[in-house]
Every structure is written in structure tokens, then in C-alpha cells.
């Protein structure tokens, strides 16, 4: 794939694609928190709409920022659409006609809740959606997907304190022999981008 040149001393441009506003917003909070220059964090959205569930528009967007010139595009997507919607397959073919160097893909099962539900508790409950939402609730009593609560109430910085802690050794947990389980074993591959992002020198 050809790839736009820039100068050997520019800071390389990362990409943050997920399929809703919440992603979105999460990852502008962070990038408001982090202090690197050696390198940019785009957070953006496939589309002008706010409602998930395309995989496809993901991994379109993030093939047009590659021919933008970004370094990497990481995409997050909620993996309770494919299910539902019976794509796994279409998924993993979609996702094999990238390049790992260039793309990297999170899944997040159902959704990013679930991630943000891991700051609280180890639940290994096949979630759907709104029942992981419901369960988010009993930790974050206000807790709305809505845009306007999302961009007044940073999720990131309420959790935070409990990211390295609790949250990253509890997503771990459940990679442990995930071969062995269903598709819907819930999952937040989530953990491996803020790594990178927070905790890598």
C-alpha cells in the first residue's frame, strides 16, 4: 500500500476509530490527560452518525487514514452487533485483508461498557448490551451512553484510578484460554491500546 512520506523527525499519527460517540469521547479524554510528542491521537467516528454496530464503516475509515498517511489506526469495535447480526465470519475475513503492521483491531464483547464495568468487577457473565450497562449503573449510578452526559462527565477520568490496578489485570484475566469458550465469552481487547498509549515508555 502506498504510504505518504513525511519527514524522518515528525511525530507519528495515530488513529482511534470506534463505531460510536462514547469511544470517541472516552479517547479525547485521555488524549486531554496524556503528555507525549512522539505522537498525535486522532479519536474519530466512521461516519456523522452516532448509532454503532458497522464494522464495515470502521475498517473503511480506517483504510482512507491510511492513505492519509497515518502511522497506525487502532479500531474498536463492539463485537454484540456481529453476533447478533450473525457476521463472524464476514468479520474475520474483513480483518485478514489487513495489514497487522498498519492496523490493529480491539474487540470489545458486547460493547465498550463492558471495558468500563472491569474497573469495577471480574464478572465473566455473558452480557448483553444493556444488561452490562444495567450492571455498569450499580457502580456509576448515572451512567448514559447519551452524547451530552458522555462529553459532560469524562468516564475516562472517573475511571482512571482503578485503570492499571483493576481494570487492565481484570481484561487479562479473561484472554486466559478464551480459545476454550464460546464467541460470546465477554471480552475488552481494549486493555491492549491503553498500554500502549499510558503505560509504554
Known amino acids: 500500500m502506498a504510504r505518504i512520506k513525511r519527514n524522518i523527525s515528525s511525530p507519528k499519527r495515530y488513529a482511534i476509530i470506534g463505531d460510536g460517540y462514547t469511544e470517541k469521547i472516552y479517547f479525547e479524554h485521555l488524549k486531554e490527560d ?3 510528542n512522539d505522537f498525535t491521537i486522532k479519536p474519530e467516528l466512521p461516519s456523522n452518525k452516532g448509532k454503532g454496530g458497522n464494522h464495515n464503516k470502521v475498517l473503511s475509515r480506517a483504510r482512507e487514514l491510511l492513505k492519509k498517511g497515518y502511522d497506525h489506526v487502532y479500531c474498536i469495535i463492539d463485537y454484540d452487533t456481529v453476533l447478533t447480526e450473525k457476521k463472524e465470519q464476514e468479520f474475520i475475513s474483513a480483518c485478514k485483508k489487513f495489514d ?9 464483547n ?20 444493556t444488561e452490562v450497562e444495567n450492571d455498569l449503573r450499580n457502580h456509576i449510578t448515572d451512567y448514559s451512553k447519551n452524547q451530552e452526559y458522555q ?7 472517573k475511571l ?11 481484561a487479562k484475566f479473561f484472554e486466559i484460554n478464551r480459545s ?6 465477554p471480552r475488552a481487547e481494549v ?11
Do not use: Q
Request: with cysteine.
Open 180 to 185: 476454550s469458550h464460546s464467541n460470546k465469552y
Open 160 to 170: 482512571k484510578p482503578r485503570l492499571e490496578s483493576i481494570a487492565i489485570p481484570n
Open 191 to 201: 486493555y491492549k491500546l491503553l498500554e500502549i498509549l499510558l503505560l509504554k515508555p
Open 110 to 129: 458486547p460493547c465498550i461498557e463492558y471495558w468500563f464495568l472491569l474497573h469495577f468487577k471480574k464478572s465473566g457473565r455473558e452480557y448483553t448490551a
Open 151 to 157: 462529553k459532560k462527565n469524562s468516564i475516562y477520568t
Open 34 to 36: 496524556i503528555f507525549r
Open 100 to 108: 497487522n503492521n498498519d492496523v490493529t483491531i480491539y474487540i470489545n
